[in-house]
């Protein structure tokens, strides 16, 4: 398998693309100015505590109060939370462990999303190169990625290493750590301590509400999160930053310095593999299949869906053989889409229905396949009794679409407008309204040209009754700075 990373950079804005046999599997941005927040540690201030919700505003300095589930306040006494099985409801109720006014160590581990605020946990952990530091825990574990006969060899070696004297503080030994050296293991162990140790001098030397600790920019985690074995080379198109990545990389990376490469070609670097048009694709509602079926992604606050259509596929021998190459396309599509648009939370699928058991278990499997390779947890729950795969994929920055994009000032994000014709019925049933209540000398109606037009044509009967009826002009006026559904009525 052939991985490549190509990085578009500007002042204003990072753009990277991962890209395997030629296809771009994902697709990452960061603004300058809206850089995201998971990663970041703040001193926040406890503005509001819930009982009810068992949950608590911190104020970390953001528009926006954050937000702290019980579930996310560490206590050293609790059991440990795993991702298999998290504790429902925690020993302690939030009210008896952080009370209004506190200044609390929070670390946010959701960015903000939509209306809602970011989400924080109490429990730092710091990322490395290799490692990931718990300084409040004693916890020592290793990726689930690496095989288990070597887990437990490589958790006796990091317990070793990481408790040497008085050192407190967890580590999780991180998938690209897995054949790391005694002393490169050291040498991540010394830099994140140091780390924690000026975080926790910054908390009592800065006010409440301060950031104390920035993760990573888009960048530098590239070389931390996305270089593979696999990968052939890091592409950049900008000598500054190439630069500061290099030295970057030296430090922290070294691995990774011999495959990152200054692009200097005179197309712009996202044309090698036409990766602007795939964004364009990944912004849009259906996807097509090679095979001539297509997919229909619909992306809503609550969750995702998709549509798996036959379209244009009608098969070479008979119709359960079509369905089920379709849902296999399909299977693979998806988990693709899923990266490219970094689409969260829960996601239910509508696979075409498949008659036999052994076709559907096929689908399922595959589905499950291609999701291996996501750097990103996703949990597979099979076939609900509808015959729905349900799934959740972790959730921590917006969408593409969310960063890329905002909703239509004309049909605020519903995708449909009223048509011509009901809006001119609106504006009859408005002036109506309007003349039980008042008596100007006439009623000008502004409005888009198109409902304009069908006012003063075919609908100028039901115009000049209403006109009749109240015993008033009505002029006409068009708008052409108006969208479809707007309208105003002037009393003159």
Known sequence: MQHDILINWSPQETRVAVVENGAVQEIHVERSLERGLVGNVYLGKVARVLPGMQSAFIDIGMDRSAFLHVADVFSSAAPRQTDAQEQAVAAVPIEKQVFEGQSLLVQVIKDPIGSKGARLSTQISIAGRLLVFLPQDNHIGVSQKIPQEQRDELRKRLIGLAHKGEDKGGFILRTNGEEASDAELEEDIAYLRKTWAKIKAASVQLPPKSLLHQDLNLLQRVLRDMVLETTQTIRLDSVEQHSMLQQFGKEFMPSSVAKLAHYKGERPIFDLFNIDDEIQLALGRKVMLKSGGYLIIDQTEALTTVD????????????????????????????????????????????????????????????????????????????????????????????????????????????????????????????????????????????????????????????????????????????????PEQFNIVLL
């Open 308 to 483: 798996v259509n036959t379209g244009g596929f009608v098969g070479a021998r008979n119709f359960d053989d079509t369905i089920f190459k379709t849902n296999l396309e399909a299977a693979g599509a998806i988990a693709r889409q899923l990266r490219l648009r970094n689409l969260g939370g829960v996601i239910v699928t509508d696979f075409i229905d498949m008659q036999r058991e052994d076709h559907r278990e096929a689908v399922l499997n595959e589905l499950r396949k291609q999701l291996a390779k996501d750097r990103v947890k996703t949990t597979v729950s099979g076939y609900s009794s509808l015959g729905l795969v349900e799934m959740t994929r972790k959730r921590t920055r917006e969408s593409l679409a969310q960063i890329l994009c905002e909703p239509c000032p004309h049909c605020q994000g519903k995708g449909i407008v009223n048509t011509a014709r009901s809006v001119a019925y609106n504006i009859l049933r408005e002036i109506l309204r309007e003349a039980r209540q008042f008596s100007p000398k006439e009623f000008r109606v502004l409005a888009p040209p198109a409902v304009v037009d069908l006012l003063q044509e075919e609908e100028s009967l039901h115009l000049a009754g209403l006109s009749d009826f109240i015993g008033k002009p009505i002029s006409l006026q068009a708008e052409f700075g108006m969208g």
